[in-house]
């Protein structure tokens, strides 16, 4: 009883304390599945090391999407792969 009612007035009290504990809990779940479906395939260790490297691909082609295409978090810029006035490129200007 005390959990439910703590739990109650902690997510009705502060969203931003709410959105932080809710998106640990997803990205928990997401991984730790994951590596379940490695571990009952691959067993323990080969499991583990299986999904720790396709989080860090996974991890490494975003950013290097959005630090290529600048759709991070201040938005805008980003590589000029336009060519620009280096001519060539064919980007749109």
Request: hydrophobic share 45%; charged share 10%; glycine share 26%.
């Amino acid at each position: 009883m005390f959990f439910r009612e703590f739990f109650r007035s902690l997510f009705s009290a502060n969203l931003f304390v709410t959105g932080i504990i809710l998106t640990i809990a997803a990205v928990v779940l997401f991984y730790g599945s994951i590596y379940l479906f490695n571990y009952t395939n691959l067993g323990k260790r080969l499991g583990f090391l299986v999904t720790g490297a396709a989080v860090f691909g996974w991890f490494n082609g975003t950013g290097g999407h959005d630090a290529a295409a600048g759709d991070g978090l201040g938005g805008g810029g980003g590589a000029d792969f336009g060519g620009g006035d280096m001519g060539g490129g064919g980007g749109a200007e």
